[in-house]
């Protein structure tokens, strides 16, 4: 059974903030091999979620280097995973963090923003990890910066994703044991 639960703003910007600058020996660092952005992003994400989606293919994981999802360490496939986009609308209503699109009076601390070129391909993702002076603070890696004004970046257009919640997986059959056998509700 699906349930949903709150995605922790707190920690998952905590995250960002202690791991913006250096690596986190449990991930591997992509840096140079097509950048670590998405991936760090998705490990606060992860911090603030605690919640994986295996499905292969179209989930968002990371086991080892050899063994993750598209969607953690790719700006376009985490996009798709995130919101849904229309085909994996199917895998994005399973377990994990979800979220949509929404323009800047949309966003808090632990969302994320993607940047894209003229061309209108999205190459960085960052994750918000502040605000001052009417400024968005943004940290991220590949180049890496912590709570960096959003402003300082150079890029032809944007996107924000706010990340509305996290589905977990439960298995609610503690009921059963007892009712079949007459001994309990299993409400305890």
């Known amino acids: 059974m699906l349930v949903y639960k709150e995605y922790n703003r707190a920690r998952a910007v905590e995250y960002a903030k202690t791991w913006a600058l250096k690596r986190n020996p449990l991930f591997i660092d992509f840096t140079g091999r097509g950048g670590d952005c998405t991936n760090f992003v998705s490990q606060a994400i992860y911090a603030g979620s605690c919640q994986m989606n295996f499905t ?19 700006v376009e496939f985490f996009y798709d995973f995130m ?16 979220g949509i699109e929404v323009d800047a009076d949309g966003v808090f601390e632990g969302d994320v923003v993607q940047l894209a070129d003229s061309s209108g391909d999205f190459y960085h993702t960052l994750i918000i990890t502040g605000f001052r002076n009417g400024q968005t603070l943004v940290s991220a890696h590949s180049n890496d910066a912590l709570d960096k004004p959003l402003s300082e970046y150079n890029f032809a257009d944007l996107r924000y994703i706010h990340i509305e919640g996290v589905r977990i997986d439960i298995e609610d059959d503690t009921c059963f044991d007892g009712l079949i056998s007459g001994e309990s509700l299993g409400l305890e």
């Open 56 to 74: 292969v293919d179209f989930g968002w994981y990371f086991i080892t280097p050899e063994n993750r999802a598209p969607a953690w360490t790719s």
């Open 83 to 98: 919101t849904g986009a229309p085909q994996f609308t199917t895998q994005n209503r399973g377990i994990g963090p979800y």
